[in-house]
């Protein structure tokens, strides 16, 4: 038996991405990603055109029930933002000279620790920083990026797709 679902159409797709901003890409990724553990993406339903976080542990599958397209994935195994980039250059200055008065600087929590002594607001700081470096590094050529959106979403929608055939009909 198959089961039929109506998707958002492309215009609507363009018109949902065009309102997005970096952090609203981000910040569901990064609320479900855990280091060494979790990777975190940003979906977008294909249903409802709604943008949410899903965590995906290791060997674990994806939801099947959703039809839906990443936006933006941070890796389990990668730590998207290391100190020098979080800190300015006197706070990281005083990071180090932190770390070297605790008995181990490879605490996982030494950065959470020095941020709150320092009244610095970790978790904002962490998305504005993820949102910069995504709209620099992935949406600077916006047209490029919505194209290789365009791209997954016909993926997901059309089993045989192949985005480099053109047929008559689309030229």
């Known amino acids: 038996m198959e089961k039929t679902v109506e998707v958002i159409g492309v215009e609507h797709l363009k ?9 609203e890409i981000v910040r569901p990724a990064f609320d ?15 249903e409802n055109a709604k ?9 674990q599958l994806p939801l099947v029930d959703d ?10 195994t ?3 933002i290391d100190a ?3 800190f300015s250059k006197s706070e990281y200055e005083e990071f180090l000279e932190f770390t070297s008065d605790e008995p181990c600087e ?25 949102a910069y470096n995504f709209e620099k590094n992935e949406r600077n ?25 053109f047929s008559q009909s689309s030229l």
């Not at 018109?15 to 952090?23: A, N, W």
């Not at 479900?32 to 294909?46: C, D, E, F, P, S």
């Not at 020095?114 to 904002?124: K, T």
């Open 84 to 86: 020098q980039e979080l």
């Open 51 to 59: 943008v949410y976080g899903l965590g995906i542990e290791f060997n």
């Open 141 to 165: 050529n916006y047209n490029m990026w919505e194209s290789s959106i365009l791209n997954k979403y016909y993926d997901a929608i059309y089993e045989d797709h192949n985005p480099f055939k």
């Open 78 to 80: 990668e730590d998207p």
């Open 106 to 130: 490879y605490i996982p929590d030494i950065i959470t620790d020095f941020c709150e002594r320092n009244n610095i607001d970790e978790y904002e700081r962490k998305i504005g920083i993820l």
């Open 32 to 46: 479900n990603w855990i280091y060494a553990q979790r990777t975190g993406h940003t979906v977008l339903n294909l």
């Open 15 to 23: 018109t949902v991405l065009s309102g997005l901003t970096p952090e």
């Open 67 to 76: 039809i839906y397209i990443e936006l933006f994935t941070i890796e389990s």
